[in-house]
């Protein structure tokens, strides 16, 4: 009996290191680029799958390079996802090492990617698939609260005019809080907004729950949307989410670990914090970033 066991520890002991072999062995042959789009929130991958390295022969291999993609898909994918900076100071790995999510999470966000169907290269050596994944799922699942909180509101309101949206103006470097140092605002899936008395004026929690898990918090946009020569001086994409009469506001600063959080003038926050209908578009996430376009393109983590 235990020879018999002996022998079967050492028979799943091959099976197990040939079956990592092969796994290696494919991804040589496999290769993975793409990127993260922040004006998007979207991250777009393409496998390419090499079929002669692969030892895979067409017309009847090709079920077999499908499936090997498919499966393979999901582990190249994960360093990105892991690699999202959900706010100043933490990624996703991060959160997982608190506990705060899963891999299971990881992989339901890398299996919820639209995937086009595979296509051989015309001549026949490749086959190639394209997947997107909805960054704002990740966000989603993230928001927890049930209610929007409130941020602390002014003992002496400042006379303010009702806008239909938010603009900050962040695309130059700006000094750091707290160092001694400048930066680019860098995108994260659920920034802050500071005044320059360092007050919370806009977090996650502030915004209603479904809007913040099917929009997201922020818009993120370069300055090709926000000056345009239209009636508005904006695109049509960000006129639907601020409207015509946004309040713009430039940035003085940036907080955090991650430099993700635009610091805004205390004068500025009062007109959002003394009016009803302007607190209304913090809950309703009618909020955008505009940044550097350097920052709004990363390429995909690679293991």
């Known amino acids: 009996m235990r020879i018999e ?115 051989l290269s015309p001549d026949l050596a490749s086959l190639t ?48 809080h707290g160092r001694n140092t400048g930066s680019l605002v860098h995108p994260c899936l659920l920034p802050k907004i500071w005044d320059t008395e360092m007050n919370l004026i806009y977090d996650r929690n502030m915004m209603d729950t479904e809007t913040a898990r099917q929009t997201g918090m922020v818009r993120y946009v370069t300055e090709s949307s926000v000056f345009r020569p239209t009636p508005s001086g904006l695109s049509p994409e960000l006129t639907a989410l601020v409207g015509s009469n946004p309040l713009r506001i430039i940035a003085r600063g940036v907080y955090g670990s991650r430099p993700t959080d635009p610091i805004i003038d205390r004068e500025d926050a009062l007109l959002i914090l003394s009016s009803e209908d302007n607190l209304r578009l913090l809950r309703e996430g009618k909020v955008a970033l505009m940044l550097s376009r350097e920052m709004l393109r990363n390429p995909l983590t690679q293991e």
Do not use: C
């Not at 079956?19 to 789009?37: K, M, R």
């Not at 799922?137 to 929007?148: F, M, N, S, W």
């Not at 009702?162 to 962040?170: F, K, N």
């Open 129 to 176: 698939a394209s997947y997107t994944i909805d960054l704002t799922r990740i966000g989603a699942a993230l928001i927890r609260h049930t209610r929007p909180a409130a941020p602390i509101r002014p003992l002496r309101p400042s006379p303010a005019a009702s806008y239909t949206g938010i603009i900050i103006l962040a695309a130059e470097t700006l000094p750091v």
């Open 5 to 119: 066991k002996v022998r079967k520890g050492l028979f799943l002991s091959i099976l197990v290191g040939a079956f990592l072999a092969l796994s290696g062995a494919y991804g040589q042959t496999l290769d993975i680029t793409g990127s993260v789009s922040w004006e998007t929130m979207k991250l777009s991958a393409k496998m390419v799958l090499n079929l002669d390295s692969a030892g895979i022969r067409l017309p009847t291999g090709r079920a077999q390079a499908e499936e090997l993609i498919a499966t393979e898909y999901p582990r190249l994918v994960r360093p990105t996802i892991l690699s999202i900076p959900v706010d100043s100071s933490s990624t996703v790995k991060d959160l997982i090492e608190k506990g705060e999510f899963t891999l299971q999470n990881v992989g339901s966000i890398a299996l919820s990617a639209h995937r086009l169907p595979p296509a």
